[in-house]
């Protein structure tokens, strides 16, 4: 199993931290960090914006890491923009060390089981950009090629489509159709504060049942919840009521999705093959 969500950890300054019990509305890093020790996942993905706001060092030793680190050692994670609100990330790297590549890049790549695992790096200005032909999407072609696995899940912190707040994102083009081409089946995705679950879709956005990506964001993790805008083409499920992870089990021909609330209310269940 893994477990997956973004938008996490409250500074610990924020009015609303409540000695990391947070509100209803906002705070509820502990609440999300309680569900995953409750599932007991082979791996953990932070989908980005992991501390707010700036993602300092001092900020993850006194919101994150009470919370969603105590899971530090199974831990993937995905840097996001508000990271890039210290220095070149460098509370983001620090903290989370190894596990979140090299500091110059943010990207990388894992396995998890039968699944290969790509983490890309979606703030593309700190990495000389995401599109066609750049350091990053070459390294993503090439990993690709190199890991041919049955099946294939990638993350990153900003949706290439999304209903949310933020919105559909067409910069990230490129990896859309680097994974397509690829047979990928699974894109996850943070930054807009809610969940949403896509059709699988083709490059252009269109919905191919045979060969498109799933997309799930999964922007609940505990900061706070935000509103959808206009809905996106394709997308099946949208949430924002409730703050949860994600917990994908992945199997050697298939997955099993399910959004598992921090309280009772919206949940999402599904199965997928892989391609």
């Known amino acids: 199993m893994l477990v997956a969500a973004g938008d996490i950890a409250c ?9 990391q019990n947070g509100t ?22 932070p989908l980005g914006d992991t501390q707010y706001q700036r993602g300092t060092y001092s ?9 969603w680190g105590r899971f530090l050692s199974i831990t993937h994670p995905v840097v996001g923009n508000h990271e890039y609100q210290s220095p070149n990330a460098q509370g983001y790297y620090r903290y989370f060390g190894a596990a979140a590549g090299d500091p ?28 066609a032909g750049s350091a990053q999407e070459r390294w993503l072609r090439s990993d690709l090629a190199a890991h041919p696995a049955h099946c294939t899940l990638a993350a990153w912190h900003e949706p290439r489509w999304s209903s949310g707040e933020h919105g559909t994102n067409p910069i990230f083009d490129a990896f859309w159709r680097d994974l397509y081409a690829a047979g990928a089946d699974i894109v996850l995705n943070g930054h807009d504060h809610d969940y949403e679950r896509f059709a699988p879709l083709d490059p252009s956005g269109r919905v191919d049942a045979q060969r498109g990506i799933r997309e799930f964001v999964v922007g609940t993790g505990g900061d706070g ?3 959808s805008r206009n809905i996106a083409f394709g997308s099946e499920v949208r949430a924002n009521t409730t703050f ?10 298939g997955f099993d999705w399910r959004f598992v609330p921090a309280k009772s209310g919206f949940t999402d269940s599904g199965h997928g093959d892989c391609h």
């Not at 110059?104 to 983490?119: P, R």
């Not at 949860?244 to 021909?253: D, I, S």
């Open 225 to 227: 919840l935000r509103p």
């Open 11 to 19: 500074n610990p300054i924020n009015p609303r931290f409540n000695s």
């Open 24 to 45: 209803t509305t906002a705070c509820r890093q502990r609440a999300t960090s309680d569900l995953i020790g409750a599932l007991r996942p082979t791996a953990v993905m």
């Open 244 to 253: 949860g992870v994600l917990a994908l089990t992945l199997g050697p021909a």
């Open 104 to 131: 110059n890049k943010g990207y990388y790549s894992f396995d998890v089981g039968t699944w290969h695992v790509v983490v890309l790096n979606s703030e593309c200005k700190f990495v000389g950009g995401c599109s």
């Open 59 to 67: 900020g993850y030793l006194g919101s994150y890491a009470p919370t």
